[in-house]
């Protein structure tokens, strides 16, 4: 189905504000969502502008952040107009003239990734003779799942070159060997880092643009959240028992990672997205651009549902190649709507700000074996033992967060400086309360810890005598500027 161009490029920014004024600026929690994203993470400038800008709030001076004194009616003022908060949906999801939900109508190409959405353009494109080649990628036929670009000059390899894969594609190269073949219009296909590579050859006054004097090239643009290094993740899964050579599909869907074999639609394996993020290619972690805002035409799953594709049309002849495409009978489209961009937009903004919370620095530690500590027998404490707030003010200065690996062998504790400034020679000691009992304490001290940084620890809960720490863990920590600055009791319930 086509649509009066006229009309949609109306349509977009429409749903967008009212995305913006229900979603964004109006939400019961916004200064939640403030204190959470900004203040916690470390990024707020203490610029004041939250404070300024409410009746209800005011700056507290003591503890460096906003304090509501007052009743909050979720106006969302403060969290729009703080200056670290991403609220506009141009910077979100980038410019675009049209919006689409779209899918193949081409039986062949049924079973693409998801909509089949990019092997029909590149059908099209063909057909139509508007390109010569296009780059694309594809699994390596003696590599299992490893990805390598390809150039192609026909259909029967655009539908082989469909699907998914999981990590980085080395696109330009095969781009760069398309035009020195003297391919003159070329479709590029490649995930937004790609895509930026392209833009900036293109856009370079030095170096490259010599080169693209003699071709055109079609950006396609695929969404894309993170991919994962091919080293470390199929070595994973095939300790996991999983024959790479039998996976037909990868697929993340809705937070969950999914592998099918061929010929079964339900997944072989899935896994959750946090379950994999240590296989995640680190670049991905500095990269705040989902929806390929480079492209000429940008191509995803999130918010279209199963087998369709959510499509920007962002220059004009992206618009013209997608309605084209779509009259002369290879796509299916509809425009989008407001399901679909809300989704895209949650999604864009998640990985907007992701960045604000990598950690620059990891810290290690060494355990300082000239520091012996004695098992002791102390009073039973409180299992929920309140904090220890030191005098200086009311801000807290560190926070702890526990997890029992499966196997309940590892109580993993991440203790986050949430002070705001550096904290020198924190002797850190954790110990298990068993009854009354002090078991297998282990200390430690940190040298400098600066703000908002983490340290993990994994602290073994099979103890040496061959029991297993079924009680609390008593994590402390203090420094000789202020003493006992933090104590909190962890409860352990270990599974059946
Ligand atoms: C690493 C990665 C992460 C992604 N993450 C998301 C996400 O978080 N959310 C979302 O909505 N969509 C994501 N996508 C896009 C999604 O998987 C589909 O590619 C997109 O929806 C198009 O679907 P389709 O059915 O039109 O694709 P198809 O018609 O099957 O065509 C897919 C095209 O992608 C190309 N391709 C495959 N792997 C790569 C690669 N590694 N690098 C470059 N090109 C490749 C192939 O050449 C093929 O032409 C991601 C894609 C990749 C490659
Ligand atoms: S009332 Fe104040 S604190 Fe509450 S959302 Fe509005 S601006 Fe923020
Ligand atoms: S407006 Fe944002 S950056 Fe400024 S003080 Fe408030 S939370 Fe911090
Ligand atoms: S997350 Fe960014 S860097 Fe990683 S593959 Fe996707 S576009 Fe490239």
Not at 224 to 243: K, L, Q, T, V
Not at 315 to 340: C, R, S, V, W
Not at 460 to 473: R, S, T
Request: glycine share 6%.
């Amino acid at each position: 189905m086509t649509e009066d161009k006229s009309d949609q490029t109306e349509t977009p920014y429409n749903y967008s504000f009212e995305y913006i004024q229900k979603k964004l600026e109006g939400k019961k929690d916004s200064l939640g969502m403030l204190l959470k994203e900004i203040v916690r993470t470390g990024i707020c400038t203490e610029c004041g502008t939250c404070a300024a800008v409410c009746p209800v709030l005011e700056w507290d001076d003591l503890t460096g952040q906003p304090k509501l004194i007052g009743k909050c009616t979720g106006c969302g003022i403060c969290y729009n107009q703080c200056p670290r908060t991403i609220t506009d949906p141009y910077q979100l999801m980038g410019e675009f003239k049209s919006g689409y939900v779209a899918n193949t109508n081409i039986p062949e190409v049924i079973g693409g990734q998801d909509g089949g959405t990019v092997t029909s353009l590149i059908c099209y494109l063909f057909d139509e003779h508007l390109v010569d080649a296009a780059v694309v990628t594809m699994k390596d036929p003696n590599n299992p799942w490893h990805p390598v670009a390809q150039i192609i000059t026909s259909k029967d390899d655009a539908i082989k070159a469909s699907g998914s894969i999981y990590s980085h594609s080395q696109t330009v190269e095969a781009l760069m060997d398309a035009v020195r073949q003297d391919f003159r219009s070329i479709a590029f296909i490649g995930t937004p880092c790609n895509i930026d590579a392209v833009s900036k050859m293109f856009d370079s006054p030095t170096g490259m643009l010599k080169y693209f004097m003699r071709c055109h090239v079609l950006k396609i643009g695929l969404f894309c959240m993170d991919s994962f290094a091919p080293d470390a993740i199929y070595p994973f899964f095939e300790r996991e028992g999983i024959d790479l050579s039998k996976v037909q599909k990868m697929d993340i869907n809705k937070g969950k990672f999914h592998l099918y074999y061929s010929g079964s639609s339900e997944p072989v394996k899935s896994y959750t997205i946090k379950q994999l993020d240590k296989f995640k290619s680190s670049s991905c972690n500095f990269c705040t651009d989902l929806t390929a805002e480079n492209a000429d035409i940008s191509v995803g799953s999130v918010g279209s549902g199963a087998n369709k594709n959510t499509v920007f049309a962002r220059t004009g002849i992206g618009a013209e190649i997608m309605e084209d495409a779509a009259q002369k009978g290879y796509l299916k489209i509809e425009p989008f709507n407001a399901i679909n961009l809300n989704a895209v937009l949650f999604l864009a903004k998640l990985k907007k700000v992701s960045q604000y919370t990598v950690r620059k620095r990891k810290v290690f530690i060494v355990r300082d074996v000239a520091e012996k500590e004695e098992v002791r027998i102390e009073t039973k404490p409180e299992v929920e033992s309140p904090e220890v707030t030191p005098s200086l003010g009311a801000r807290k200065f560190m926070s702890v967060s526990k997890n029992v690996n499966e196997e309940d062998k590892i109580l993993n504790i991440s203790l986050t400086n949430t002070i705001g400034y550096v904290l020198e020679d924190m002797k850190i000691r954790i110990v298990a309360v068993d009854e009354v009992f002090e078991k297998s304490p282990w200390i430690t001290t940190v040298r400098e810890l600066f703000p908002f940084e983490t340290i993990e620890i994994g602290y073994p809960l099979d103890i040496p005598d061959g029991e297993a720490i079924k009680a609390n863990v008593l994590v402390e920590a203090s420094t000789e500027a202020f003493g006992k600055i933090f104590s909190r009791t962890l409860k352990i319930t270990p599974k059946e």
